[in-house]
């Protein structure tokens, strides 16, 4: 096994919103898809939280009633797809 080839989790679709808290500002966002390395969001120019390559976060993914997992984040992706962001701490 190559050490220096990054490995890919496969990435399952999930319909369920997160709260993206980034420097005191917070809003809520869309799952498009979460993996065991990372998390794919809905983000478009339209939202007052501007984000930036880098920007380290802290989400608050609802799982369901009983169970919301907080997660720390950085982003890692911007593009028309949506914003993804690598897990950092769970």
Same mark, same amino acid.
Do not use: W
């Given at each position: 096994?190559?050490?220096?080839?990054? =490995?890919?989790?496969?990435?399952?679709?999930?319909?369920?919103?997160?709260? !993206?808290v980034m420097?005191?500002? @917070? *809003?809520?966002?869309?799952?498009?898809?979460?993996?065991?390395?990372? =998390?794919? #969001?809905?983000?478009?120019?339209?939202?007052?939280?501007k984000l %930036?390559?880098?920007?380290?976060?802290? #989400?608050? &993914? &609802? !799982?369901?009633? %009983?169970?919301?997992?907080?997660?720390?984040?950085? *982003? @890692?992706?911007?593009?028309? %797809?949506? *914003?993804? !962001?690598?897990l950092i701490? &769970?």
């Amino acid at each position: 096994m190559n050490l220096d080839s990054k =490995i890919r989790y496969a990435r399952k679709p999930i319909t369920t919103s997160c709260l !993206l808290v980034m420097k005191g500002e @917070s *809003v809520v966002m869309e799952v498009k898809n979460i993996s065991a390395s990372g =998390i794919l #969001l809905d983000y478009d120019d339209q939202h007052e939280l501007k984000l %930036e390559l880098t920007n380290f976060c802290v #989400l608050e &993914i &609802i !799982l369901n009633e %009983e169970f919301n997992l907080h997660v720390e984040a950085e *982003v @890692s992706r911007i593009s028309e %797809e949506g *914003v993804a !962001l690598s897990l950092i701490h &769970i």
